[in-house]
């Protein structure tokens, strides 16, 4: 089992509709839990974080944290072809400098 | 704009060159990072700084030596790489306050192509 997974994709969406990503990990220490996102040829670039179990709201995003069932969950809401990349999940496995292990990413692509 | 920056953007290097990554960031980040990413795959990491000493080596081949001559500067020096080395090297910086909670954030990653 790999320590953190997701679906490859690719994801389709409609333009303005709701985008789910989702990440299951394995660590259940784990305690801190970001989503990146990667366009083609670009770093990644941190979107959301998250710790506690629940939602989280930032704009169009909200982050979703079920520790009971390690799964983690990002919402897009109102998908835009901008929103068009790769989404990586992470998951934290240290305290101080971290160590972050990634999921194989999810391609999203918002069709308008 | 990410306040970390990567020089060059992009390199080509034969089998026997020596050449240096170098990362610098001054948003105060005691711990700095390198990551390996190959195409259509994650981030995988490499090395880890922790207030200027070294406390991460995921099992990395000698051919890559990592240097962090003070809190703002991280270079990763290349010797002897192989074609298969070719990827993107992102350099990382985040707080080193003792949470689980400090956030990653990613240069915009030097191309690497060895030939």
């Known amino acids: 089992q790999k320590e953190v997974e997701q679906n490859s994709g690719p994801l389709s969406v409609p333009e303005g509709a709701i985008a789910s990503l989702n990440c299951t990990y394995s660590?259940?220490?784990?305690?801190?839990f970001f989503w990146y996102r990667q366009y083609s040829g670009k770093s990644p670039e941190l979107i959301m974080f998250?710790?506690?179990?629940g939602d989280k709201e930032d704009g169009r995003f909200t982050a979703q944290l079920n520790k009971a069932s390690q799964y983690v969950s990002l919402l897009i809401r109102d998908s835009q072809p901008s929103d068009s990349a790769t989404y990586l999940c992470?998951?934290?496995?240290?305290?101080?400098?971290?160590?972050?292990?990634f999921g194989q990413g999810t391609r999203l692509t918002i069709n308008p | 704009d990410t306040e970390v920056t990567q020089t060059p953007k992009h390199l080509v290097m034969g089998m026997t060159n020596k050449k240096s990554l170098k990362c610098e960031q001054h948003?105060?980040?005691?711990?700095m990072y390198w990551y390996k990413q190959k195409a259509k795959k994650p981030p995988e990491l490499m090395f880890v700084y922790s207030y200027e000493k070294l406390s991460i080596n995921e099992s990395v081949p000698s051919r890559f030596s990592p240097e962090c001559p003070n809190s703002s500067l991280l270079n990763l020096h290349l010797h002897a790489l192989q074609p298969e080395d070719s990827a993107l090297y992102l350099c990382a910086s985040s707080q080193d306050s003792p949470t689980s909670g400090n956030t990653i954030y990613f240069g915009e990653g030097s191309w690497l192509t060895v030939v």
């Open positions: 992470a998951v934290n496995r240290g305290q101080g400098a971290q160590k972050l292990v």
């Open positions: 660590d259940r220490g784990s305690q801190s």
């Open positions: 948003m105060g980040h005691r711990a």
């Open positions: 998250i710790y506690s179990n």
